[in-house]
């Protein structure tokens, strides 16, 4: 008791300073836009059983739980008032985002099972009652007709979002490509109604990062090209006739972060060999010839890193299934190489906060490199130069990475699908993590059981990386499995 009169006491000195950072009734009780010491008295108020009738306080299941302990308790008033003061929340027990993307929940040590939510309506919405973020579904319900598209209905099964590795969103945010359904349809990028379908001009398809309206795409006929979706006008920048098979890195092959250059897996006709090569799409020049057959077997993925300077590929070889290698994108040289399986497999390109360009992904194989040492199921970095390995997530089991918010340097996005218990904090959740593996910030519950590969959640931010999209079967282990957007701005 004399804690809490303590308390009161210094409720009574401070009740001017304030925080700016609420978004929901967990932290902002009364719903006056900010977080400050007249909350945390409210919370003490219910926290002693008093009546609150008469008070600002705004009733609901969360109020006042910023711990998430699913109850309100004089604990929750400390941390409040912790709050309030600006004082340091890292190590306590403070679960609550404020939603401006940068005080995302930090804590690595928490395991909070997944609420349960019943699932939003088609652009419904609700507040992560963990996490704090608000979460859209982008999507319809099956057989019920797609808005602004005569004659078609939303599919039974896949609603959704194609990878981890390809971007929905384009490079101003203003639309989003659902490319994992039928058909296949593109949103407002802000509002996420549908605004139209397209008969694409060729089957491979990507945003440019510099040109909202504009996609580049594969023809059947191998032809390079780059199309405007909203005139639907298509021109080609360059035959690639003596190939077939060509695509942007077998699905998961991505521009450079200036828009210039990407590379291209393909089947060379002359001899059969499976090569890649760059091409820049500015001037529309292909460079030579990689040819893997010495290489690899077969060319699993590979991307173009941000820069240019490298090519970042998992292969089949010798050594076995799911092998990295780094090549030299001008050379086509081998720079490194690792003979392991997947030392990252499910990887993504990004730059770190040294300006380095690098891989991170999940490690499939326990091994020690450069006196570093990971288990299966951590998140390891390689930089692209030399392959020098580091842990940014030393928290298992995950399963994507992706790099994709290329507009904010240093940070991934991880995908941990997991549901069993067995690995925990990050259960079933999207997590952001730091390339130079000083913080992660977890970002929403997936509320996703994998039944088939069509069912991974995938979780991909968007270039900003202020949101993040997964695919979710709202832990029905069944179809439909829906796209789901999670907003932190």
């Known amino acids: 008791m004399n804690r809490i009169f303590v308390f009161i006491i210094i409720l ?68 409040l008032l912790k709050y309030s003061l ?58 019920d007709p797609i808005p602004n598209i005569s004659g078609e209905v939303w599919p039974s099964d896949q609603l959704r979002h194609g990878y981890s ?41 990507r945003w440019s990062n510099t040109e909202p309206n504009y996609m580049y795409y594969i023809s059947s006929d191998s032809k390079l090209g780059k199309w405007n979706v909203v005139t639907d006008t298509t021109t080609e920048i360059l035959n690639l006739s003596g190939y077939s098979s060509a695509s942007f890195g077998k699905g998961e092959g991505n521009f450079t972060w200036d828009g210039k250059e ?66 030299d994108a001008s050379t086509g040289n081998v720079l490194w190489s690792e003979n392991e399986r997947g030392v990252p497999s499910h990887f993504d ?55 994709r918010g290329f507009k904010e340097p240093g940070w991934v996005f991880v995908t941990y699908q997991d549901r069993s218990g067995n690995y925990t904090p990050y259960v079933n959740e999207v997590v952001k993590v730091k390339l130079d593996g000083s913080e992660i910030r977890r970002v929403a519950s997936l509320h996703a059981i994998k039944f088939n590969y069509y069912s991974e959640s995938h979780a991909v931010p968007s270039p900003s990386g202020s949101r993040v999209m997964w695919a979710s079967d709202w832990e029905t282990n069944n179809y439909p499995v829906q796209s789901y957007v999670a907003d932190y701005r």
């Open 12 to 79: 009574g000195f401070c009740v001017s300073f304030q925080s700016v950072f609420a978004i929901s009734n967990k932290s902002d009780v009364n719903q006056d836009g900010i977080v400050n010491s007249v909350d945390a008295m409210l919370t003490l108020r219910k926290s002693l059983g008093f009546d609150m009738s008469a008070t600002s306080w705004q009733n609901s299941s969360d109020t006042g739980d910023v711990n998430c302990d699913s109850s309100v308790t004089s604990a929750d008033s400390l941390l």
């Open 349 to 403: 390109v990004q730059v770190d906060q040294d300006g380095d360009e690098v891989v991170a992904g999940v490690a499939k194989t326990s091994v020690t490199r450069n006196g570093v040492s990971t288990s299966t199921g951590m998140i390891v970095k390689r930089k692209l130069a030399n392959g020098e390995m580091s842990v940014i997530s030393n928290k298992k089991y995950a399963s994507h990475t992706s790099g």
């Open 262 to 327: 990407v590379v291209i897996v393909a089947q060379r006709d002359s001899d059969s060999h499976e090569v890649i090569f760059v091409v820049n799409v500015e001037n529309g020049t292909k460079g030579p010839d990689i040819d893997m057959s010495s290489i690899s077997n077969e060319v699993n993925n590979c991307t173009i890193s941000p820069f240019g300077n490298y090519i970042a590929a998992s292969v089949d070889n010798s050594h076995g299934s799911d092998r990295f290698v780094a090549l």
């Open 86 to 143: 600006g004082l340091d929340l890292s190590g306590t027990s403070w679960c609550v985002s404020d939603g401006t993307g940068e005080n995302l929940l930090t804590n690595t040590t928490t395991y909070w099972p997944v609420s349960s939510i019943t699932k939003p309506n088609y652009l419904g919405h609700y507040i992560d009652p963990i996490f704090g973020t608000k979460v859209t579904r982008i999507v319809g319900n099956p057989g």
């Open 165 to 205: 590795k390809r971007q929905p969103w384009n490079s101003d945010e203003s639309m989003i490509f659902l490319d994992r359904m039928s058909p296949e349809v593109w949103l407002d990028g802000q509002t996420y109604q549908v605004l139209f379908t397209r008969n694409k001009p060729g089957s491979k398809i």
